[in-house]
């Protein structure tokens, strides 16, 4: 109900809320703007940089409307202290890519910033678009309090000798970054082939499932024990954020 409540709020609370191919809107509730376009400045400097050489296609204006009504809907569920700290930008755009590939989406803690794409090749849903703004997010939140997370515990509840992978990026390079959830996987305490690549990209997609995986994600959770041992430390590291984050407030969400 809560989380409902502030949805209301904050989508009556948006300023700017035009059809008119307005390319920047303000959550004046949470400060949050939302941009769907390429922006100076909009990276990180060293991004720009030959190796990285980060680059960036505006969204086409007929999902403006689309886009901003994912992107309140998600942030809706989460504490208004919690976005003034650490969120202050989303990028919505139809794609980014870095070192000359292309990714679904990344954030920058520096920036206090997501960067989303509407980017058919990784998913063209709007529950995959919220997903991967709980995931992003989730980037910034473990960046600023790791500390609230037992890595060691983390780590002994996967399959044993297990040894994650060289990261996100490489994933993606090697084709290794699919978000469906792996019955297999599952047994050995990973959601899916993605997990694998990181321990931080494992907690991610753990995090977006919370925020965003319905009964489907529930349903793995309550048959796999390894699954849960991580579900609890998770909400324990959110919890630790805001009180207001609890297995039932999760469980609770869409």
Known sequence: MKSFLLFIVGFLCVSNIKLNGQD???????????????K?????????SAKIHAEAIPLDITEYKRAQDIIIRALAKYPLEILKKNLQTVFVLSSVSFYGVPYGGTSSTEKKAVYLTDDPRFGKDDEFMESLFHHEFAHILYNNYS????????????????????GGMEAIRLGDSSMDYDSLLNEQGFLNMYSQSSMDEDFHVFSQNLFNGGKKFWNIVDNHDKIRVKMLLIVRFYNRIDPLFTEAYFRNQD
């Open 40 to 48: 100076d400045n909009m990276f990180p400097h060293h991004w720009n």
């Open 24 to 38: 920047i809107i303000t959550d004046s509730l949470t400060g949050v703007v939302i941009v769907f376009s390429a």
């Open 147 to 166: 500390h609230y997370l037992s890595k060691k515990k983390w780590k002994a509840a996967n399959h044993p000798g297990f040894s994650y992978g060289s």
